[in-house]
């Protein structure tokens, strides 16, 4: 009997798993800066960017629900010039990222990170794919886990609420 | 009972966020989540150097190795590090981490939702 409550207990919570983006609002906190080079060779620095919201969209080759999500932020993206969008990466070989790019390209720099850096050390992300939005003073506004729908009308409120 | 218990209690607690952003370590009836130091097994773990042992013999990164470690063995324990550096390993990272594991007699049991 009590094998069976917990199981129902456990069934009812799978529910927001499946309802899928989970949007995590959480307390302004500064993005932490970093200074990496994108595919293309240009140093991308965070601090840079202040005055501006700056999306960034960590993710992998390997990633299914990263990999679905990319087209409609390539489109954000390019809807949204005053938005930074900056991909990282979290892959091993830059080639990898290269060759998968070369057939599904998008519109926004792509860093690699391949040592954790700003996966791990500097954003502590604990699931893929996780969209932070950064706001024009430089804290994150908001985290997303999950597929996201960068198209959305939702989203696009979101961005335009900062 | 014990283990049946602990899996729900996982799945809840996974529920948040979908894939698995940790696994469940078990030996002799005893079971932790990987990054918990409140178990007798995670503690066991960590004293004996067993934990160390693991994750020197699994073919990880660098990160992985010594900031798994230190994260969960050392006064430096933060349980979002180790399931961040976690999420930062490959698909092919982590199985052989939990190769790695059931190469020393542990029993693996991944959540997924």
Sequence with gaps: MRLKLFFLIGLLFQFPAFAGAVHADSAPKEAPNFSAPDLSGKVQTLSSYRGRIVILNFWATWCPECVRELPSLSAFAEANKDVVVLGVASERNPETVRDFLSSSPVKFPMIIDATGDIFVTKYMIRALPCTLIVDRKGFIADRIFGAENFQSTGFREKIKRL | ?113
């Design chain 2, 1 to 113: 009972m014990k283990k049946t218990v602990l899996v729900l209690l996982a799945m809840i607690s996974l529920s948040i966020g979908c894939g698995p952003t940790t696994f469940l370590v078990g030996k002799d009836g005893s079971y932790t989540f990987f990054g918990r130091m409140n178990t007798t097994l995670a503690k066991e773990l960590c004293a004996t150097g067993e934990l160390r042992t693991i994750l020197d013999d699994a073919t990880i990164p660098a990160i992985a190795k010594d900031g798994l470690f230190r994260h969960i063995c050392t006064s430096e324990y933060s349980r979002d590090m180790v399931l961040s550096i976690y999420a930062f390993m490959t698909p092919e990272e982590k199985k052989e981490l939990w190769r790695a594991f059931a190469r020393r007699g542990y029993e693996v049991n991944l959540v997924h939702c």
